[in-house]
Protein backbone atom coordinates (compact mmCIF):
# COMPACT_ATOMS: atom_id res chain seq x y z
CA UNK A 1 0.00 0.00 0.00
CA UNK A 2 0.94 3.34 -0.25
CA UNK A 3 1.97 5.28 3.04
CA UNK A 4 -0.28 8.60 2.81
CA UNK A 5 1.36 12.03 3.81
CA UNK A 6 -0.36 13.49 6.87
CA UNK A 7 -1.17 10.14 8.87
CA UNK A 8 0.61 8.54 12.00
CA UNK A 9 2.26 5.33 11.17
CA UNK A 10 3.76 2.99 13.30
CA UNK A 11 6.91 1.40 11.34
CA UNK A 12 9.58 -1.03 11.40
CA UNK A 13 13.06 0.83 11.36
CA UNK A 14 14.90 -1.81 8.78
CA UNK A 15 17.99 -0.81 9.04
CA UNK A 16 20.65 2.39 9.56
CA UNK A 17 22.13 4.49 7.26
CA UNK A 18 24.42 7.66 7.74
CA UNK A 19 21.51 10.24 6.85
CA UNK A 20 19.38 8.46 9.32
CA UNK A 21 17.16 5.36 9.92
CA UNK A 22 15.06 3.48 6.91
CA UNK A 23 11.52 2.41 8.00
CA UNK A 24 9.13 -0.26 6.27
CA UNK A 25 5.70 -0.77 6.08
CA UNK A 26 6.45 -4.34 4.43
CA UNK A 27 6.36 -2.62 1.61
CA UNK A 28 7.21 1.28 1.31
CA UNK A 29 10.13 2.19 2.77
CA UNK A 30 10.44 5.89 4.35
CA UNK A 31 13.72 7.97 5.53
CA UNK A 32 13.77 8.99 9.20
CA UNK A 33 16.55 11.48 9.50
CA UNK A 34 18.43 11.38 12.67
CA UNK A 35 17.08 15.46 13.74
CA UNK A 36 13.57 13.91 13.44
CA UNK A 37 14.08 10.80 16.03
CA UNK A 38 13.80 11.60 19.37
CA UNK A 39 15.92 8.22 20.60
CA UNK A 40 18.30 6.01 19.47
CA UNK A 41 16.53 3.51 17.08
CA UNK A 42 17.84 -0.47 16.66
CA UNK A 43 16.68 -2.50 13.27
CA UNK A 44 13.11 -4.25 14.12
CA UNK A 45 12.39 -1.32 16.43
CA UNK A 46 8.49 -0.47 16.13
CA UNK A 47 8.48 3.21 16.25
CA UNK A 48 5.55 6.16 15.13
CA UNK A 49 6.28 8.62 13.12
CA UNK A 50 4.18 11.36 11.28
CA UNK A 51 4.47 11.34 7.65
CA UNK A 52 5.15 14.41 5.43
CA UNK A 53 7.34 15.73 1.99
CA UNK A 54 10.36 16.85 2.79
CA UNK A 55 11.73 19.91 0.28
CA UNK A 56 12.54 17.97 -2.36
CA UNK A 57 9.46 16.16 -2.62
CA UNK A 58 10.06 12.85 -0.80
CA UNK A 59 7.28 11.36 1.77
CA UNK A 60 10.00 11.40 5.12
CA UNK A 61 8.89 10.88 8.61
CA UNK A 62 9.03 12.23 11.97
CA UNK A 63 8.82 11.14 15.73
CA UNK A 64 7.80 14.78 16.50
CA UNK A 65 3.70 14.09 15.92
CA UNK A 66 1.82 17.14 15.82
CA UNK A 67 -1.59 17.85 17.13
CA UNK A 68 -2.93 19.14 13.97
CA UNK A 69 -4.02 16.59 11.61
CA UNK A 70 -6.50 15.75 9.46
CA UNK A 71 -10.03 16.43 11.17
CA UNK A 72 -8.09 17.51 14.18
CA UNK A 73 -7.93 21.18 14.73
CA UNK A 74 -5.38 23.61 16.55
CA UNK A 75 -3.66 27.20 16.45
CA UNK A 76 -0.80 27.16 13.96
CA UNK A 77 1.11 30.08 14.49
CA UNK A 78 1.78 32.00 11.01
CA UNK A 79 5.56 32.08 10.41
CA UNK A 80 5.39 33.63 6.51
CA UNK A 81 3.22 35.44 4.59
CA UNK A 82 3.72 35.12 0.60
CA UNK A 83 1.82 37.18 -2.03
CA UNK A 84 -0.49 35.86 -4.26
CA UNK A 85 0.25 32.22 -2.98
CA UNK A 86 -1.12 32.74 0.48
CA UNK A 87 0.52 31.64 4.16
CA UNK A 88 3.19 29.29 6.08
CA UNK A 89 2.19 27.86 9.35
CA UNK A 90 4.48 26.25 11.48
CA UNK A 91 2.37 22.57 12.83
CA UNK A 92 4.67 21.42 15.26
CA UNK A 93 7.21 19.59 12.41
CA UNK A 94 10.74 21.19 10.80
CA UNK A 95 8.54 21.85 7.68
CA UNK A 96 6.60 24.47 7.62
CA UNK A 97 2.43 24.10 6.08
CA UNK A 98 0.79 26.28 2.85
CA UNK A 99 -2.64 27.46 4.02
CA UNK A 100 -4.04 28.81 0.41
CA UNK A 101 -4.74 31.74 -0.66
CA UNK A 102 -7.95 30.03 -1.78
CA UNK A 103 -8.75 29.57 1.91
CA UNK A 104 -7.77 32.85 2.54
CA UNK A 105 -10.04 36.28 2.65
CA UNK A 106 -9.67 37.84 -1.27
CA UNK A 107 -8.47 41.29 0.00
CA UNK A 108 -4.53 40.74 0.87
CA UNK A 109 -4.74 43.25 3.70
CA UNK A 110 -6.51 41.04 6.64
CA UNK A 111 -4.46 38.24 5.72
CA UNK A 112 -2.33 37.12 8.39
CA UNK A 113 1.06 37.88 9.35
CA UNK A 114 3.88 36.58 11.18
CA UNK A 115 3.11 35.87 14.76
CA UNK A 116 -1.09 35.84 13.84
CA UNK A 117 -2.37 32.34 14.43
CA UNK A 118 -5.24 30.66 12.48
CA UNK A 119 -7.12 27.15 13.89
CA UNK A 120 -6.25 24.58 11.24
CA UNK A 121 -6.28 21.16 10.41
CA UNK A 122 -5.05 18.96 7.66
CA UNK A 123 -5.58 18.47 4.32
CA UNK A 124 -4.37 16.88 0.56
CA UNK A 125 -4.34 18.80 -2.53
CA UNK A 126 -4.94 17.49 -6.07
CA UNK A 127 -1.33 16.93 -6.26
CA UNK A 128 -1.10 15.28 -3.11
CA UNK A 129 0.60 17.94 -1.24
CA UNK A 130 0.20 18.82 2.43
CA UNK A 131 -2.04 21.67 3.13
CA UNK A 132 -3.48 23.46 5.98
CA UNK A 133 -7.24 24.51 6.60
CA UNK A 134 -8.40 27.15 8.62
CA UNK A 135 -11.88 25.95 10.57
CA UNK A 136 -15.06 26.22 8.83
CA UNK A 137 -18.92 27.39 10.18
CA UNK A 138 -19.73 24.00 10.99
CA UNK A 139 -16.78 22.52 12.91
CA UNK A 140 -17.33 26.08 14.67
CA UNK A 141 -21.06 25.67 15.89
CA UNK A 142 -20.06 21.84 16.30
CA UNK A 143 -17.35 22.88 19.02
CA UNK A 144 -18.04 26.03 20.83
CA UNK A 145 -19.30 26.97 24.25
CA UNK A 146 -22.05 29.02 24.59
CA UNK A 147 -22.50 32.56 25.90
CA UNK A 148 -24.03 33.57 29.38
CA UNK A 149 -25.92 36.61 29.53
CA UNK A 150 -23.52 37.82 32.36
CA UNK A 151 -20.83 38.44 29.59
CA UNK A 152 -22.66 41.24 28.51
CA UNK A 153 -21.13 44.67 28.24
CA UNK A 154 -17.84 42.90 30.04
CA UNK A 155 -14.68 43.08 28.44
CA UNK A 156 -14.04 40.09 25.64
CA UNK A 157 -10.73 38.88 23.85
CA UNK A 158 -10.57 36.44 20.92
CA UNK A 159 -8.90 35.65 17.66
CA UNK A 160 -9.93 36.43 14.43
CA UNK A 161 -11.02 33.14 12.36
CA UNK A 162 -13.02 34.75 9.01
CA UNK A 163 -13.13 38.02 7.43
CA UNK A 164 -16.56 38.83 5.20
CA UNK A 165 -17.93 41.84 3.70
CA UNK A 166 -20.55 41.92 6.55
CA UNK A 167 -17.79 41.55 9.61
CA UNK A 168 -15.78 39.92 11.26
CA UNK A 169 -15.80 36.42 12.94
CA UNK A 170 -14.06 35.44 16.18
CA UNK A 171 -13.39 32.70 18.74
CA UNK A 172 -12.99 33.97 22.52
CA UNK A 173 -11.08 33.01 24.81
CA UNK A 174 -13.41 31.01 26.33
CA UNK A 175 -14.62 29.26 23.30
CA UNK A 176 -17.02 31.48 22.46
CA UNK A 177 -18.06 32.74 18.57
CA UNK A 178 -18.43 36.52 18.20
CA UNK A 179 -19.16 39.03 15.36
CA UNK A 180 -17.87 42.03 14.87
CA UNK A 181 -19.78 44.26 12.64
CA UNK A 182 -17.99 46.91 10.70
CA UNK A 183 -19.46 49.55 12.19
CA UNK A 184 -17.68 48.96 15.85
CA UNK A 185 -14.30 49.14 14.63
CA UNK A 186 -12.31 51.50 13.39
CA UNK A 187 -10.37 49.05 10.66
CA UNK A 188 -10.93 45.53 9.49
CA UNK A 189 -8.65 43.11 11.73
CA UNK A 190 -6.65 40.67 9.89
CA UNK A 191 -7.35 36.81 10.23
CA UNK A 192 -5.56 35.40 12.59
CA UNK A 193 -5.44 38.64 14.52
CA UNK A 194 -5.98 38.69 18.49
CA UNK A 195 -8.57 41.22 19.18
CA UNK A 196 -10.29 43.09 22.23
CA UNK A 197 -13.16 44.68 22.79
CA UNK A 198 -16.64 44.29 24.87
CA UNK A 199 -19.45 42.04 24.54
CA UNK A 200 -22.64 44.42 23.06
CA UNK A 201 -25.08 41.66 22.66
CA UNK A 202 -26.10 38.07 23.49
CA UNK A 203 -27.69 35.72 22.08
CA UNK A 204 -30.31 33.18 22.21
CA UNK A 205 -28.41 30.55 20.46
CA UNK A 206 -24.89 31.60 22.79
CA UNK A 207 -23.43 34.00 20.53
CA UNK A 208 -22.42 37.40 21.15
CA UNK A 209 -22.03 40.63 19.26
CA UNK A 210 -18.22 43.17 19.91
CA UNK A 211 -17.50 46.20 20.11
CA UNK A 212 -13.60 46.92 19.10
CA UNK A 213 -14.78 50.21 19.90
CA UNK A 214 -14.19 51.90 23.27
CA UNK A 215 -16.96 53.51 25.04
CA UNK A 216 -18.43 56.89 24.11
CA UNK A 217 -16.69 58.82 27.12
CA UNK A 218 -13.27 56.95 26.31
CA UNK A 219 -13.86 58.32 22.51
CA UNK A 220 -14.61 61.43 23.82
CA UNK A 221 -10.92 61.26 25.86
CA UNK A 222 -9.16 60.07 22.97
CA UNK A 223 -10.77 63.13 20.75
CA UNK A 224 -10.13 65.54 23.21
CA UNK A 225 -6.56 64.39 23.80
CA UNK A 226 -5.82 64.34 19.53
CA UNK A 227 -6.94 68.27 19.05
CA UNK A 228 -4.82 69.21 22.08
CA UNK A 229 -1.90 67.51 20.84
CA UNK A 230 -2.37 68.88 17.54
CA UNK A 231 -2.77 72.38 18.61
CA UNK A 232 0.23 72.29 20.86
CA UNK A 233 2.25 70.46 18.03
CA UNK A 234 1.20 73.54 15.62
CA UNK A 235 2.52 76.66 17.52
CA UNK A 236 -0.50 76.96 20.05
CA UNK A 237 -3.09 76.98 17.71
CA UNK A 238 -5.18 75.39 14.43
CA UNK A 239 -7.23 76.63 11.49
CA UNK A 240 -11.19 75.26 13.06
CA UNK A 241 -13.74 76.33 15.23
CA UNK A 242 -17.00 74.52 16.12
CA UNK A 243 -18.39 76.70 13.13
CA UNK A 244 -15.67 75.19 10.57
CA UNK A 245 -17.16 72.52 7.17
CA UNK A 246 -17.34 69.31 8.10
CA UNK A 247 -15.15 68.64 5.58
CA UNK A 248 -12.51 70.26 6.60
CA UNK A 249 -12.83 68.83 10.00
CA UNK A 250 -12.56 65.28 8.56
CA UNK A 251 -9.29 66.00 6.59
CA UNK A 252 -7.61 67.03 9.61
CA UNK A 253 -8.99 64.47 12.22
CA UNK A 254 -11.03 62.08 10.40
CA UNK A 255 -13.79 63.11 13.04
CA UNK A 256 -17.31 64.12 12.03
CA UNK A 257 -17.94 67.54 12.81
CA UNK A 258 -20.46 66.61 16.18
CA UNK A 259 -17.78 64.40 17.66
CA UNK A 260 -15.22 67.34 16.67
CA UNK A 261 -17.78 69.65 18.59
CA UNK A 262 -18.03 66.93 21.34
CA UNK A 263 -14.50 66.85 21.87
CA UNK A 264 -13.54 70.63 21.53
CA UNK A 265 -16.71 71.61 23.50
CA UNK A 266 -14.94 69.59 26.64
CA UNK A 267 -11.42 70.94 25.90
CA UNK A 268 -13.20 74.62 26.38
CA UNK A 269 -15.08 73.39 29.54
CA UNK A 270 -11.34 72.50 31.09
CA UNK A 271 -10.07 75.88 30.22
CA UNK A 272 -7.43 74.65 28.09
CA UNK A 273 -8.62 76.30 24.59
CA UNK A 274 -10.68 79.00 23.80
CA UNK A 275 -12.12 80.30 20.11
CA UNK A 276 -10.53 83.56 18.40
CA UNK A 277 -11.48 84.62 14.90
CA UNK A 278 -12.31 81.12 13.24
CA UNK A 279 -9.19 79.46 15.59
CA UNK A 280 -8.73 77.25 18.65
CA UNK A 281 -5.81 78.21 20.65
CA UNK A 282 -4.22 77.23 23.67
CA UNK A 283 -5.40 79.48 26.39
CA UNK A 284 -2.02 80.70 27.58
CA UNK A 285 -1.09 81.49 23.78
CA UNK A 286 -3.64 84.93 24.21
Known amino acids: MTLQVGTVETLIVKRKMESGYVLS ?47 IYDWAKVVEKVSNLGVFVNIGIQKEILVSKDDLPLYEEVWPIPGDELFVCLDIDKKGRLLAVPVNEEMINQERDHAQISILNKKIEGRVYRATKTGSFIITEQGIRGFIHPSERTREPRVGEWVSGRTIAVHEDGTINISLLPLKHERLDEDAETILSFIRENGGEMPLSDKSDPELINDFFQLSKSAFKRALGRLMKEGKVEQVNGKTILKNMK
Open 25 to 71: DGETEVLLHHNEATEILEEGKEVDVFLYQDKKGQTVGTMAIPEIQFN
